[in-house]
């Protein structure tokens, strides 16, 4: 969340700039500003709403220059408005600042700062980075951003010109992320790697408590404190085109359907052909993974969701008993790790500041650090013991859905490694589930052939305010990742429920009319499932069933409608019955006028606590 | 859910049966019925809606008899309607059921009895009952009821009266509590104790499996083989005054004043003049508790919520890690339970059937079950290896207060056991927490002495239909309760969330004017809420700040209004924090007109899944 950019060279900085903002958007859309270093000396532009808008500024009066810094923004403190947008000045404007993260302490510095005589003119926590480094500034800008930012509590990637040394440009990570572009006479900061994507594929990734100075001919790594560092550069092999909508209308409708591509290819290679399962990179031997004790899941929203899938997989192949828990609660609660826990981070962007924060508590308690992520030198993927990459590709739209279903299919790969590493299930039990996964592809394009009834029942829908999900054990967690993304990009109220705890409370907001989607794919519990339905009906709730096409027929019998999936085995049913649910709320969303990939107060990858 | 009640002696048989389903009204007020034997035979009067309305059709045409049995329904199987209440009888109207419970395979039955040439005029899942005892009847009720049930698969208490047998009723009981009274002359059925407590407190409990023949002089108790058993008779010594309304305009605020009470009431006996706390309800060892790996915390609803509070506590007082779940769920995934497992379940009534469920499984499995229950004599309290009664006292609204807090207090005194027991903390840190539980009482009534602008709150987020409720750690918890007390008698949709993970997706739903309530009494995790606070105001979000005296300052400058609670330790909180969340509650119903004390759809024990 919050996008950074960077530029100084001999081109155009301003074009650079907002090419580089196009690409981070996905991270924020509240506000987006660019400060550049031209011939009237350091200006800044910078607009409420989305990039467009500093786009039509910038069209009236561009800004010249060969240097400058960009920002997109997702408002933490202060609401989206021009004077909150970044960057941000000092009070005599030669001094600019790009901010993502929060300022812990910002309120204590604000008050010295007012005392002191500073005037502030937005809400944010980020101006008072501004006014420190114009306090510290006695002829060196490195020196100046060092001293500042000795006085900071709490996340920060920063980005620092001033125009006083318009030769320079100060970048700084403290748990918030930043890359460092390499061109030929020409460098770039990024909050990520496609910001920069069009003009170099070498990158430097900062770490925590490092900083950057830029200038077009040179690029110094050191310390926060000053240190000279070297660094290994990273060569980046992604194609940029791979990151196009080629022909979809939503980035989120393209991500549904590489579904079965993102599964083949997260698949590929770890599964022989003799259906046993191979996965060299988790770093644990045999006799290493049988003295494990318990697993701990940690993860954010979607990815939370896809650890609870992986919870009755791990807890069913391994029999290795499995807590998950959201990171931003897990991180302060002291959890109970041993060196005999697996802890398993999960993180589509890998860089989730709650998640990365659970990892390194993980990690300083003994316990070794599974990641699954979807970017390869991401902070989280650096940081872990073993890695397991999800192969879902780039995913833009800010509501996760192959980066979540390509979790499921990593969640079945190492459960079917465990049962088989450990022997906790007969080898026939896991040849049977594996070729029921190499199944999963063709059974999701299937799906996708068979939309037109979701689109209707989304279109129905899509006048409601309220909205439940009921489901049992597999179902209920594919009901509460069904139930985010409805509220992620069409703004019905929905909440997902197990089945059988909607009536200890919740069954009274069912009233005529309401809208209730039931997955019931676990045949052996099918029937009390129908139970729950039934009392849901009786209170006047219309029932959309979802089952697989064997039992259908019976569940079709206490519902309202019903959508039959492919059959598979019981635990692999998420990775189908998501992609139902995935369409619905794609076409909820449209048929309400929302921007199905940008959804309102949202951003792609949380990179704030 | 679902109430039944019985009567068969001298006097008049309509009074008595209206009377006790006045008491079990809490069960459930869809429909209500009774079948009676009168000069013109069986006569079935019944009515769609609260008992009020069969009372005034009675009143136009009583029935006189000495012998029938009456139901107050919770509606499963088939809308509120007259065809839909109980009791249900065959097509020649010589035999009248009711039932409470669930029969999963009646559809099957009812397709059956269909094609043999059978009518239903119901929708229910009870009617295929009253047909199946009319086909097996062949001159003996007894062997025609248990021909009958031999066909069910599910849960049912019942009650059966015959035109043919006047003389005699029969009550059955299979995982859906039922009791017996002894009077002189007469004797009654029941769901539970407070319908015929006006008339006998000496009772026979049914298990599982069994049924009792009732004649005016004499009860016969066997298993539904027909074996004869024997059963200890039970003396109750509740006062039947104790469940009035002492001049409270409803039983929740009653219940609510009446925690100062709870709480102590839960703690004598239980904490020594030393700050130490004995528990010898706990049938453990030391020895034992040293080898506990794992607790498991069972529950549904509000008591799930006070588990998730138990979770924090036993984790931080005795390092023993805690999984809470819903026993809906539980039951059915199969659960990695070992001897060195510590189930403890949680139910206020002791008969939820979920959690009666849960229970047998971990028995099963060889666990030691604690039961934390309000009710002695309970299914709950009876099969459990250690029974922790709270001492609440009756607790009639159906949304619960006292019976939750007072679970809170069962697992702080349990929590501080354990430490002292484990030496798993200083003993003056048990102490110390000990002496502050003994504060809370006077604590509660600070706060129930300083509700109006509790009340004021409440009416000004009464025309809202979202509104969210955040926290981190114990603070989340309480949230969770605090969201479940408002959506259960106020019918607002207010959903509960991680202070952290608000921004993971949820935050699409807020909007300009969206309440939200913060808690925020923990002060180490303060500064990490504020930012999240912030997140929401950014966004238009309108915020009621609960938090500690301390903080009430610092929480005050993030938020649009503030409530102090008393300052207590870190670990206590949610013993009082949850007193404002009730009370907002409270007032938030009323001043929707609701009917507090009987939200629609629910009832009070839940005995169905």
Sequence with gaps: MCGIVGYIGKRDAQSILVEGLKKLEYRGYDSAGIAMYTEAGLQVKKAKGRLAVLESHLDGAPLVGTVGIGHTRWATHGKPSDENSHPHTDMTMKFSVVHNGIIENYTDLKEELIAS?????????????????????????????????????GAYALGVLTEFEPDRLVAVRNASPLIIGIGEGEHFIGSDIPAILEHTRNVFILNDGEMAVLTKDTVELMTIEGNFISREMIHVDWDAVTAEKAGFDHFMLKEIYEQPKAYRDTMRGRVDSDLTVSLPELKLSPAELANIRKVHIVACGTAYHAGLVGKTVIETSARIPVEVEVASEYRYRCPLITPETLVIVVSQSGETADT????????????????????????????????????????????????????????????????????????????????????????????????????????????????FFIGRGVDYAVAQEGSLKLKEISYIHSEAY??????????????????VIALATQNALLEKTVSNIKEVKARGGVIFGISDVNEATALGKAVDEVYAIPATHPLLTPALSVVPLQMISYYASLARGNDVDKPRNLAKSVTVE
């Excluded at 809400?123 to 006695?138: G, N, P, Q």
């Excluded at 197990?498 to 809208?515: F, N, Q, S, V, Y």
């Design 498 to 515: 197990a089945a059988g705890e909607l009536k200890h409370g919740t069954l009274a907001l069912i009233e005529d009319g309401i809208p």
């Design 117 to 153: 005589g500073v005037t502030f003119v937005s809400e944010t926590d980020t101006e008072v980075i501004s006014h420190l480094v114009a306090r510290e500034y006695d002829g060196d800008i490195v020196r100046a951003v060092q001293k500042a930012i000795t006085h900071l509590r």
């Design 356 to 467: 990365l924060a659970a990892l390194r508590e993980a990690k300083a308690n003994g316990a070794h650090v599974l990641a699954i992520t979807n970017v390869v030198g991401s902070s989280v993927a650096r940081e872990a013991d073993s890695v397991m990459l999800t192969m879902a590709g780039p995913e833009i739209a800010v509501a996760s859905t192959k980066a979540y279903s390509s979790q499921l299919i990593a969640f079945f790969l190492l459960g079917m490694y465990l049962a088989q590493t450990l022997s906790t299930q007969e080898t026939a039990w896991v040849r049977g589930i594996v070729a029921a996964m190499l199944a999963l592809p063709e059974q999701v394009e299937q799906i996708l052939d068979n939309t037109d009834a979701l689109r209707e029942y989304a279109e129905s829908i899509a006048v409601h305010e309220h909205l």
